[in-house]
């Protein structure tokens, strides 16, 4: 059975304000109730890629402390952006 897109947007912002660290809750939980709803397939499933990936990785790579890699970087890009911008 094939979930439907709103389930997909439902379960990939449960993953996003749910991770291990709260930093990530509110840098993930953030972006995904601010672009999801509009996004392309292709977000999405760049999205749904950087929800695999470890929490301490994932905010190493948003904060500009390492450098992710080559298939991530577009999307953690455009998330990082929005959380500096956000940042005081």
Not at 30 to 38: P, Q, T, V, Y
Not at 63 to 70: E, H, I, R, T
């Amino acid at each position: 059975m094939t979930e439907t897109r709103e389930i997909r947007l439902k379960r990939l912002r449960m993953r996003a304000w749910h991770r291990g660290i709260k930093e990530m809750d509110l840098i993930l939980g953030g972006w995904a109730d601010s672009h999801l709803e509009g996004a392309d397939d292709a977000t999405i499933e760049a999205f749904e890629a950087v929800l695999a990936e470890a929490d301490q990785d994932l905010y190493s790579w948003v904060s500009g402390l390492a450098d992710p890699p080559a298939a991530l970087a577009p999307m953690l890009d455009r998330i990082a952006a929005e959380f500096r911008t956000a940042r005081p």
